[in-house]
């Protein structure tokens, strides 16, 4: 049962006291036990007198006196040492140990820092990938894509190099630690953000790509569809050029002319596109049917405000005279209050 109690003494560490002094007890015991055990040994003089005068006691003194000083040098120089030191001290049971985190350096956000690194990384990577494909399949259109993944690799970079600087040596003071890891967090977040802002685009070339036909077919229809709003359209904006003054229809006066130039750039988007089907060059469909699309949906946004603003003015005269009467019976009240 003693070998447990004997295992934890040795695995405790020792005072700084008990340490420091432990060098100049174990020199004099030495000392003393070299001194006495000379003097034990010493078989004395061959005729057999006791004694052996101050020369057996010589050697033994100057043993002690040569220990005693190489110990108390040993202690004052490890006590100079321990008092003057400008490091922090090392210690095993719980004290501060080097690459220890700063004051401020949040565990919970040095981690996301480092997950977001990663998580961004893959992305930018497999934005990279699909890149090279977009380039290759549908050329110019692919351009604000090449764009983006770029923003996004030297953010990502930017980040990488904060994330270094960080890992090599820590700041003088938590705050300035924070601020770095602030800093990749943001960056990873705008590289996300502008790969995020692009995906939906890439994501429907692509789907016009795999679909080219149907999709020619459906914004065929959209077109269509389009261009039969067009004629009640121009009669709304002329009847509000007639029966308004300019400054209640300036919003949309111009609306009408925008629309039809954005219809006609359809329609030459929309013939490619046929053409390009119609050979089986699907990624160039791709590309003009985006562009038609496009085109299309500029052209309903003019024409609903044309007719939103038709409408809302109509709206307005049925109101005026209700409103006008109203005002009226006011203006008969008030005059009676001051007669």
């Known amino acids: 049962m003693t070998a447990p109690a004997s295992r934890d003494r040795s695995c405790r560490p020792s005072t700084p006291g008990r340490f420091l002094l432990a060098g100049p007890v174990a020199w004099y015991g030495l000392a003393l036990s070299t001194a006495y055990g000379a003097r034990a040994g010493d078989p004395g003089p ?16 100057a043993v002690v ?6 110990a ?6 490890r006590r100079r040492r321990t008092t003057t030191r400008t490091t922090p001290a090392v210690t095993v049971w ?11 350096m949040s565990p919970a956000l040095d981690a996301r820092s480092r997950a977001d690194l990663v998580d961004t990384d893959d992305a930018v990577r497999t934005s990279e990938e699909e890149l090279d494909f977009a380039v290759a399949r549908h050329g110019q259109a692919a351009v604000p894509f090449t764009e983006a993944v770029a923003y996004a690799r030297a953010e990502l970079a930017r980040a990488f190099r904060s994330r270094q600087r ?9 705050a300035e630690g924070r601020r770095v890891l602030d800093e990749i967090i943001r960056r990873c977040a705008d590289a996300n953000a502008r790969l995020d802002a692009v995906s939906g685009d890439f994501d429907r070339l692509r ?7 149907e999709a020619v077919a459906g914004a065929e229809a959209a077109f269509r569809d389009l261009l039969d709003r067009m004629p009640a359209a121009e009669a709304a904006l002329d ?22 130039d954005r219809l006609v750039f359809a329609t030459s988007s929309l013939n490619q596109a046929r053409q390009a089907v119609d050979a089986g060059r699907h990624p160039e469909a791709a590309v003009h049917l985006r562009a038609a699309e496009g085109a299309v949906t500029q052209a309903r946004v003019l024409v609903d405000g044309v007719e939103r603003r038709a409408a809302e003015l109509a709206e307005a005269a049925e109101r005026l005279p209700d409103a006008l009467t109203g005002a009226e019976t006011d203006l008969t009240d008030a005059g009676a209050l001051l007669k």
């Not at 789907?207 to 036909?213: G, I, K, M, Y």
Request: glycine share 16%; no cysteine; hydrophobic share 40%.
């Open 239 to 260: 009847g509000m050029r007639e029966r308004y003054a300019p400054s209640a229809y300036a919003p949309v006066a111009g609306s009408i002319g925008q629309a039809q």
């Open 65 to 70: 006196a040569v220990v005693l000083a190489v």
């Open 166 to 174: 960080l890992d090599d040596a820590f700041p003088e003071d938590g």
């Open 94 to 104: 719980g004290g501060p140990h080097p690459g220890a985190a700063e004051p401020g």
């Open 72 to 77: 108390a040098f040993t202690w004052a120089r």
């Open 207 to 213: 789907a016009l790509e795999r679909e080219a036909p």
């Open 46 to 61: 061959a005729d057999g007198s006791v004694g052996g005068g101050t020369d057996s006691l010589a050697v033994p003194l």
